[in-house]
């Protein structure tokens, strides 16, 4: 049995100079070779994460994740296969101004280079696959994105086994667990609001991305399973209010409600609900499934679309 491949992610940092787009590049003495950033993931984390880290790690930025850009898949020289999870990643001048780039065991340099000249650079075709992914978004005016982050609450106390009122039911340890493994995940994509159903499960599920991210949670009846079964959710109107604030925001909610929150994101953004977007709308407990729309070219509809389990 062939062991599993080697999981990397990593991202192209990108910014605007003097009206022209700009890539990072790094240069690793090791290896002699020029590169996107990027580096493996550690046990324990989801893939946005992943990326995160070690371009903190390896540049000294700190990023947001915007659009991912796909994956390259290559074999690595004692023959075992490496899939490496890219995304697009726009620093600005305060993160600029915050990095304090250090020569590592890694990165040996780090240079900002125009999209052509950085064609030049890179050692690897790979990379260049993910170089052009980029500029087809930029080109499209799509790689400056806000998303919609909905999460499917984690594993909890089985309705048989609890005696309260439904909206009641706590987080089991599994469902605890969840809800901690993927809070950095859903904190790569710059989360500026948290909604959540108001039903217990919901609410901790998210409690560790709001401890984390400082951001208080708002709890809301239209988004929750009790108010869908009754008639009185409003999941068109929440999806509205988001659609116009164009703010990334997270909202948690239940199985039957989130196939319908994605449906009416689809719908009110001119999208079409293919098969990517139906698999995207089935979410396991602790899943969360990232919408991905361009804040300057609402034409666009959903740009992409990923799906995220908990370690």
Known sequence: MSAPPVLAAGAVCWRIVDGKAKVLVVYRATHSDYSL????????????ETAVREIREETGLGIVLGPPLGTVDYTLPGGRDKVVYYWAAEVDDHALELARFQPNDEIAAVEWLPVAKARKKLTYPHDLDVLDRFEKLLDADCV?????IAVRHGKAVPPS??????????????GSDQAAGIAKGIAAFGPEKIMSSTAARCLATVAPLAALTGIEVKPSDRISQDALENGTSDVPSVTSRRLKK?????????????????AEVAHQSGTSMDNALQSASSLDTGDFTVLHLSRANKAAGIVAVETHTPA
């Open 37 to 48: 950033p990027k580096g493996k993931l550690d046990p324990g984390e989801t893939l946005p």
């Open 144 to 148: 400056r994105t806000f998303a919609i």
């Open 161 to 174: 086994t609890w005696d309260g009122p439904d909206a009641t039911r706590p987080l089991m340890h599994r």
């Open 246 to 262: 164009r703010v990334t925001t997270v909202l948690c909610s239940h199985g039957p409600v989130l196939p319908r929150l994605i």
